[in-house]
């Protein structure tokens, strides 16, 4: 009887920890969604307002290209930027010599 006891809170315990990941995982493909379908919106009407002004369509690939790459490149920043204010402010600072310095 102990065992079939524990048997079962331990498959509660599993089912309910299995259930906590599935919903973590499916949080963060609706979060990747939102994102990118705020996206989608924003260029559909960026693609309507260049298309009623009879712009070339290959400025305007040109321009659409050019934003999807700035979206991706803001969500990798955006995530080690997130990292790098953890940092000390020493260590910040080092860091910002180091990537802007050559610049400088």
């Known amino acids: 009887a102990a065992e079939r006891t524990y048997t079962i809170i331990y498959m509660f315990v599993a089912c ?7 919903t ?12 990118r379908s705020a ?26 290209d050019y934003l999807e790459a700035l979206f991706a490149a803001k969500r990798l920043r955006s995530n080690e930027q997130r990292y790098l204010d953890e940092l ?7 860091v910002h010599v180091a990537t802007h310095g050559p610049v400088i």
Not at 16 to 22: G, N, R
Not at 88 to 94: N, P, V, Y
């Open 39 to 64: 996206l989608s919106e924003g260029l559909a009407t960026l693609k309507s307002y260049m298309h009623s002004y009879k712009i070339d369509t290959t400025l305007q690939h040109r321009c659409v």
């Open 88 to 94: 000390s402010s020493g260590l910040k600072a080092e």
């Open 16 to 22: 309910s920890i299995f259930a906590v990941c599935i």
């Open 24 to 35: 973590k995982v499916t949080t963060m493909f609706n979060k990747i969604s939102e994102k």
